[in-house]
């Protein structure tokens, strides 16, 4: 049975349902999209049992509020943006209590889940809004969500006493060490920005998004600009004519034309993604790392 | 036909030096093959003008280095025959852009040679990329090859008709982009409404293999 769950009170800086992800839709032009920070949204559902399918509502940095319509188990992981529920842990609401998440305090994306999973609709194959795809809609005030129909759902009994154990729960402020693996254009640069890749500290810059983060530092030259273009990944280091590098992200383009570095290994992709503008990140080869 | 890594599971396929008819024909063929015959643990791929992205699972393919002789084998034989040529698909276009002017003027055209030359050839799909369904379109006139803006436009409204570089294509949805517009269609490149419960693909008016001419239009 579909329940009303929650109002959207004021949706802040962005909210939308995210999942996995769409797989298999990039050789028509439609970027994977899905959650910005999996590790964080992964556990959101694991609290509540849910399958690691479930949609959530991925929100960015602060200003959301919602009421809840119905008596529901909620669970907040992620970012620190001020939430007045406690985080990290599975939540009982009542009927007419009020969520807010007033001020950012560490890292940008906050993952909302409910108990059995919104009912969010899918566009191929996926919950997760690409809004400037045209493949759903982001959040508005008023907005109802509901609880997926269907089987009757039971929270095991043990759910009150849940949370995530605290080496789990990632220190956002801190500065990540990417492994990024050798990309298609990794031979085009010299040893001595390969070198520099790895030993300088990036700054992530306000020009970052679910397209793609841009990082400022001393610039890198490849032995040639122009390009073919070429298939992306989400974590491909892009280096355009500026120097300055650009991880493509979740919602990035499907190709592009400028060389390819590297790709950030896809368990550190999330830890990028929960950097602020101004935060360092330092990368460190993969590659070398393993073997 | 040689291979790359693109990350731990993940290869990239190299199967033309350069754009033309065979890349091209290559392109069309492996596609056919990546769809109807996919190799073992093949997650998702990517085709693009020269190259194809190919991703595994890191279950099922733990070795790029084991697995990918027999899939560069697989490709290869694919590439040798090319499919039959798809049906021409006609679009419309009235040329009213605003940077039409200015391409015939750096070119030392009229705007009408600019539509002459531009609706003459027919064009082939070389991918689908940049933005959902958006049509990577050779091979242009080259007496219409014109470089992109220095600095991209914030919003260039789905429908657009534009030159970029020695491409031409069809903007698909709104987006900031740097090609120069010469024209619309009415013609929905893209739709998500367009999708029926077992065709999700009919979003998509346009394929990468799909051929391609414009006609001028010049209605409202």
Same mark, same amino acid.
């Given at each position: ?42 556990? /959101?559902?694991?609290?509540?049992? *849910? ?6 509502v991925e ?8 009421? %809840? ?13 001020? /939430? ?9 609401l ?7 998440? $007033? ?61 995530? %154990?605290?080496? =789990?729960?990632? *220190? ?7 492994? +990024? ?47 073919? $273009? ?9 280096v ?7 991880v ?38 993969? %590659?070398?790392?393993?073997? | ?8 599971? %993940?290869?990239? +396929?190299?199967?033309?030096? =350069?754009?033309?008819?065979e ?11 990546? =769809?109807? *015959? ?53 679009i ?5 852009g ?13 705007t009408?040679? +600019? ?7 027919? @064009? ?8 959902p ?29 534009a ?7 069809? @903007? ?26 077992? *065709? ?21």
């Amino acid at each position: 049975m579909s329940a009303h769950l929650l109002e959207v009170l004021d949706p802040g800086l962005g909210a939308a349902f995210q999942d996995h992800g769409r797989a298999g839709w990039r050789r028509f032009g439609v970027p994977p999209s899905g959650v910005m920070d999996d590790h964080a949204a992964g556990w /959101a559902n694991v609290l509540l049992d *849910n399958p690691p399918t479930a949609p959530v509502v991925e929100l960015l940095l602060q200003g959301a509020r919602f009421l %809840a319509l119905h008596d529901c188990w909620i669970a907040v992981c992620g970012a620190d943006a001020g /939430a007045s529920v406690p985080m990290w842990r599975a939540v009982r609401l009542c009927a007419g209590e009020e969520i807010r998440f $007033s001020r950012i305090r560490g890292g940008v994306w906050t993952y909302l889940a409910v108990e059995g999973g919104f009912d969010a609709p899918l566009l191929l194959g996926s919950a997760s809004v690409y809004a400037r795809g045209r493949l759903g809609t982001p959040l508005v005030r008023g907005d109802v969500l509901l609880r997926t129909p269907g089987a009757p759902f039971r929270l095991p009994a043990s759910v009150a006493g849940r949370s995530v %154990a605290w080496e =789990e729960r990632r *220190n956002y402020d801190a500065t990540p060490l990417l492994r +990024v693996w050798p990309g298609p254009q990794w031979d085009l640069f010299s040893e001595a920005d390969r070198a520099a890749l790895c030993e300088r500290t990036w700054t992530v810059t306000p020009q970052s998004d679910r397209v793609g983060y841009r990082l400022s530092g001393q610039p890198l030259a490849p032995g040639q600009w122009q390009m073919i $273009s070429e298939p992306l990944r989400v974590g491909t280091v892009q280096v355009p004519e500026d120097g300055q590098p650009i991880v493509m992200m979740r919602d990035g383009p499907t190709a592009g034309g400028y060389p390819k570095i590297g790709v950030v290994d896809a368990h550190d992709v999330a830890r990028l993604a929960q950097c602020r503008a101004g935060q360092n990140v330092k990368f460190r080869l993969a %590659a070398q790392a393993v073997g | 036909m040689d291979w790359t890594p693109y990350g731990p599971h %993940a290869a990239l +396929v190299r199967f033309a030096d =350069e754009m033309g008819d065979e890349a091209f024909a290559r392109c069309g063929a492996i596609r056919a093959e990546l =769809e109807r *015959n996919p190799p073992e643990g093949l997650l998702e791929f990517v085709p693009a003008c020269t190259t194809v992205l190919l991703e595994f699972s890191a279950r099922e393919v733990p070795s790029l280095d084991d697995a990918m002789p027999d899939i560069l084998e697989q490709l290869q034989m694919a590439a040798a025959v090319a499919l039959p040529p798809e049906p021409v698909k006609e679009i419309p276009v009235i040329y009213d852009g605003q940077d039409l002017e200015r391409v015939a003027r750096t070119h030392n055209l009229t705007t009408a040679e +600019v539509c002459r030359l531009h609706t003459e050839p027919v @064009y082939k799909v070389y991918m689908l990329g940049f933005a959902p369904g958006f049509p990577y379109l050779g091979d242009l006139d080259a007496r219409l090859h014109t470089p992109r803006l220095a600095t991209p436009r914030a919003r260039v409204p789905a429908g657009s008709v534009a030159i970029g570089g020695q491409h031409t294509g069809i @903007y698909t949805v709104d987006t900031p982009g740097g090609w120069n517009i010469i024209g619309h269609t009415p013609a929905k490149i893209f739709d998500p409404a367009r999708r029926s419960p077992d *065709n999700d693909e009919a979003m998509f008016l346009l394929k990468q293999g799909d051929r391609v001419k414009f006609v001028r239009n010049n209605g409202p």
